[in-house]
């Protein structure tokens, strides 16, 4: 297990540092994604969830459409996150590149991560990661995304226990040393509360039901197959809207909506994938 996992790091970490490069003006935004996803696939791992790049006011869950014709523009602020599997063993990291005039917030969620991972140890109660989150946060004049949240990472979960929030909480959980957590401070010089719109190209598997209609229980075979019950990307799968939208009426598939900052304030992201041990946090990312 720990070997896969620090390979998913290893991995994920690599990625992400190429990406970074590719991310400027005029470049399409599914070009960088299928860059990823490619690259994750050329070094061994496979992809834990569609890359995420999520554009100024959008903090998560946007991941381009086939034949996506968006570009990156000057002045953008763009969230890069990035998963990678080895057999199930996740590693999740997320970055902020700055294409405007941006530099505190990009600096705030940086800093923040920082202080969070100097907290971690097992023993420590994950409220004290996020007081460590949200004082540096507010030290910046910024607000945490109160309704994100830093997670557990399990065996083909890419959410898991423990809750992991942004902001000051009087009682969390006790970290047990072996496990494995990301830390994802979320920024935001708006007024720190996401929703969703309309748009959607994320699902996931959630639960196996009977199927009645042939090209509903094949799409469901092959993700149970493929995905197991990691997000997936609609583009992955070449299917219509009508079928994905019936099994998720139908409770089989969640869908993931894009999430946006409610006020239209900007929106910075920083993740590592840590492993709890006695004395502290060894970054895999």
């Known amino acids: 297990m720990l070997e896969k996992y620090l390979e998913a790091g290893k991995i994920a970490k690599q990625v992400r540092e190429e990406a970074v490069k590719l991310i400027k003006p005029g470049v399409k935004l599914l070009d960088v994604a299928e860059f990823v996803e490619s690259r ?11 890359c ?31 998963g990678v599997h080895v057999d199930g063993y ?13 530099e505190n917030l990009v600096k705030a ?42 997670h557990g990472l399990d065996h ?36 720190g509360k996401v929703t969703e719109r309309g748009e959607c190209e994320i699902y996931s598997l959630i639960a196996l039901k009977p199927v009645r209609m042939r090209q509903a229980r094949v799409l469901v075979e092959e993700i149970l197959k493929k995905y197991k019950t990691l997000p997936f ?32 304030g900007l929106v910075s992201q920083a993740e590592h994938t840590v492993i709890v041990e006695e004395n502290g946090a060894r970054v895999i990312t």
Not at 40 to 50: C, V
Not at 59 to 73: G, L, M, S
Not at 90 to 102: K, P, S
Not at 169 to 176: F, H, P, Y
């Open 40 to 50: 994750i696939r050329e070094l061994g791992g496979k992809p834990a969830f569609p």
């Open 233 to 264: 990307a609609k583009r992955w799968v070449k299917v219509s809207e009508i079928i994905l939208a019936k099994l998720v009426r139908e409770g089989i598939l969640r869908a993931y909506p894009v999430l946006t900052e409610v006020s239209k």
């Open 109 to 150: 969620a940086e800093e923040a991560l920082r202080k969070a991972i100097e907290v971690v140890h097992a023993g420590v109660n994950t409220a004290e990661i996020s007081n460590a989150i949200y004082e540096t946060i507010t030290e910046f004049g910024f607000k945490p995304v109160f309704n994100l949240t830093g």
């Open 52 to 82: 995420n790049i999520s554009v100024n006011s959008d903090a998560a869950h946007f991941t381009p459409k086939a034949n996506d014709e968006r570009v990156f523009k000057e002045g953008d602020i763009v969230k890069l996150d990035i």
């Open 156 to 191: 083909y979960l890419a959410h898991a226990p423990p809750t992991i929030y942004n902001f000051r909480v009087e009682k969390g959980v006790e970290l047990k040393e072996g496990m494995v957590i990301a830390i994802e401070p979320f920024v935001t010089n708006g007024v």
């Open 90 to 102: 996740i590693a999740d990291t997320a970055v902020t590149v700055d294409l405007g005039d941006h």
